[in-house]
């Protein structure tokens, strides 16, 4: 069956890091553009972050940009979301998915399998 985990969230203070991983069971990720989506309590699920099967091409929300970095591991079978600076703004519970493609348009509708997601939390 295939299965996207996702972990590494919790509760950090304004400025504070985490880093997310994105865990394949069931298929390897080698052929599959990854995103990392967000949603915040009454607001609709939003882009973050995605990267295409190689690494080579990256895309970020502006308000992310400096601050976060997208990564994969294909050893592991895993992609990153390292967070630094992190924000209250940034608030939500983070979603990886994956598209079977090199790449695609970093958007909710062009991804099809998704994870239960992690709740970030940053509060002082």
């Known amino acids: 069956q295939k299965q996207l985990v996702e972990s590494g969230g919790g509760l950090v203070q304004p400025g504070g890091s985490l880093r997310l991983s994105c865990v394949a069971s069931?298929?390897?990720?080698?052929?599959?553009?990854i995103g990392w989506f967000r949603q915040a309590p009454g607001k609709e699920r939003e882009a973050v972050s995605c990267?295409?099967?190689?690494?080579?091409?990256?895309d970020y929300a502006d308000s992310v940009k400096e601050r976060f970095t997208i990564s994969r591991d294909h050893d592991n079978n895993t992609v990153y979301l390292e967070m630094n600076n992190l924000k209250p703004e940034d608030t939500a519970v983070y979603y990886c998915?994956?598209?079977?493609?090199?790449?695609?348009?970093?958007?909710?509708?062009?991804?099809?399998?998704w994870g239960q997601g992690t709740q970030v939390t940053v509060s002082s």
């Open positions: 998915a994956a598209e079977e493609l090199y790449y695609i348009d970093c958007e909710v509708a062009e991804f099809e399998s």
């Open positions: 069931g298929f390897t990720l080698d052929n599959y553009a």
């Open positions: 990267i295409s099967t190689t690494g080579s091409v990256r």
